[in-house]
């Protein structure tokens, strides 16, 4: 593998292999298709993490609204395949063949003009980043041009969050409503409900992970990433030395949408169905909980953050269904009280130190060793 | 023929300038005019406004009426980036620097280039930036210092930092606000020298409330209280002023 030693340096290096080694390699060979594919969608989370690393831990820009993006991306993918799934031949037996079921069950005879793009793949694939970028472009120059920001800003991003999931659920006939977009069966003519299909997104998905987190490593080592960090500290002092504060807390807004909506977009392809349930308040929450469990500065730890909490989740939500909440919310309290920089924080404050003091001890008893040959030589 | 009526050309004109807080006339109606490579200080008491008017200069605050002229822009209609990028530069009361950032990242933020967002992300630490950064660090004593993260340094190094930050930007205004407040005798000292050295080729408006460093450093001084000029000319001249010996300097 080659990679430049200055863009990752020792110890982002070894997450780095680490991550891939585990996704590329132990988690396919080790798991069936069922759990593979749960992996996956615990994955879909990642991508929200990371840019919530970018936006939350370096810009300091708290999103509670992070579903709404995931949700785009997800349901500008579902409308592309639902609409596939609904060919005439398929739908035959409504009373208007060749649209949704959804929208013939509301009545609805004519295919709405904002669903007729989404025939084209190609539309789709550009929608998926464009509609939630676009909207994110929108919020965030509505907000941070006016300065509001802190936890105003994070109280208005619920509130976005709130009125989208209200807004598809009330929309029954152009949207499918609280059960959301299901029933999706190809993509292109590709059965994506196989094993095979869903052992190949797999793969899919975790290359496109890996490319989203080159391009939030990328993003954070520019002078950008610095004057993100900058400008979570001292505003001020970054608008006086002659930056527009705005603009750059629209791009780490705009940069954390377009994750987001990639992850949904994945989701949708993985799991087979889009809902208002992963665009809300609770799911927005829990996608900045991964992150901060994670740690909300490791572009890692957001994964690890993302496949540990949701692992979690599945175990014990399984066992204990109504206890899960308490436990997350527990957990939240928890890693910011005790542990601020999450598990990235613990590897570096607890774990690698004592791998970097075997190392050093293993190099200094070879040295001790060659040292005993050569009797006497001078203490270092 | 008018030519020899001329009026002079200052580099910053402040003219009837007043802003409210709720009816409250923090500046009220000041006119301040500032010379080219001119030392200017602004001395008053505590609530005199004199902050206020850094902050109106710089766009932190917008004022209520009046004009502020920069080499001929209005500055009182210019985002405070673009009055940054006009050429005035600003110094906070407390160090205002960012304790995450090493000292190096902290003066290369400051140099005036790659200042959107996608001239930042195509930024360059090219040898231009590095010298430059190396130059200043050197003026502010903190050559050895360049790696260190900036949570590590004194009081009075945070300071030196922060006006290094300002020289990067090479401003032809340099506003400082209270520079060697909280600084040793030593570090105050060392201060003064630095800012002697840097207003070669710049105009600095200064406040402060270290009398004897106001000595060693003013061209000409203005007195503020409750909004308005209560005196002005050399230190001489203000210093025995009876308005200004009884409102400040006789406290």
Known sequence: MIINSRFFNRSELIGFVALALLLFVILPLTLDVFRLNLVAKYLTYAFVAIGLVLCWGYGGIL??????????GGYCMAMYLKLEASSVANTKIQSTPGIPDFMDWNQITA??????????????????????????????????????????????????????????????????????????????????????????????????????????????LTKLGRILVAMREKEDRVRFSGYSVANFKIFAFCAAAIFAAIGG???????????????????SIEMVIYTAVGGRMSIFGAVWGSLLVNFAKTSLSESFPQLWLFGLGALFIAVVLAFPDGLSGIWRDYVQPHIDRLIASRKSKARWADGSVADGAPAE | MLIGHRPKEFLLAVEALTVS?????????????????????????????????????????????????????????LKENQIVQAGVGRKFQTPSIYEDLTVFENLEISFPRGRTVFGSLTFQRDAA??????????????????????DQLSHGQKQWLEIGMLLIQNPDLLMLDEP????????????????????????????????????????????????????????????????????????
Request: proline content about 2%.
């Open chain 1, 63 to 72: 999103s509670l609204g992070q579903g709404v993006f995931f949700g785009l």
């Open chain 1, 111 to 220: 295919l709405p003009f904002f669903w007729k793009p989404f025939h084209s793949l190609t539309f789709t694939i550009a929608a998926v980043i464009l509609v939630p970028g676009i909207f994110a472009l929108i919020i965030g120059a509505a907000m941070f041009k006016r300065r509001v920001g802190g936890t105003y800003f994070a109280i208005i991003t619920q509130a976005v969050a709130a009125i989208l999931t209200i807004l598809i659920v009330g929309q029954q006939g152009y949207t499918g409503g609280i059960n959301g977009m299901t029933d999706l069966r190809t993509l292109h003519g590709w059965d994506i409900r196989t094993d095979h299909a869903k052992f190949i997104l797999y793969f899919v998905e975790v290359v496109l992970l890996f490319g989203c987190i080159v391009a939030a490593q990328f993003i954070r």
């Open chain 1, 265 to 283: 977009a994945m989701f949708t392809l993985e799991i087979g169905f889009m809902s208002p349930s992963f665009v809300g308040i609770v799911p």
């Open chain 2, 21 to 77: 807080f709720d009816g409250f006339k923090a500046v009220n109606d000041l006119s301040l005019y500032v010379e080219e490579n001119e030392i200017r200080v602004i001395i008053g008491p505590n609530g005199a406004g004199k902050t206020t008017v850094l902050d109106l200069i710089c766009g932190k605050t917008k004022a209520t009426s009046g004009s502020i002229q920069f080499r001929g822009k209005e500055l009182t209609k």
């Open chain 2, 129 to 150: 930036v590095k010298d430059r950064v190396e130059e200043v660090a050197e003026m502010i004593f903190l050559k050895d210092r360049l790696n260190v993260y900036a």
């Open chain 2, 180 to 251: 060697v407040a909280g600084m040793s005798v030593s570090e105050r000292a060392k201060t003064a020298e630095l800012l002697n050295r840097i207003i070669k080729d710049r105009s600095v408006l200064v406040i402060e409330h270290d009398m004897k460093f106001v000595e060693d450093i003013a061209h000409k001084v203005t007195v503020l209280h409750q909004g308005q000029i209560l005196s002005e000319g050399t230190m001489e001249h203000v210093k025995n002023d009876p308005k200004v010996v009884e409102v400040y300097l006789g406290h």
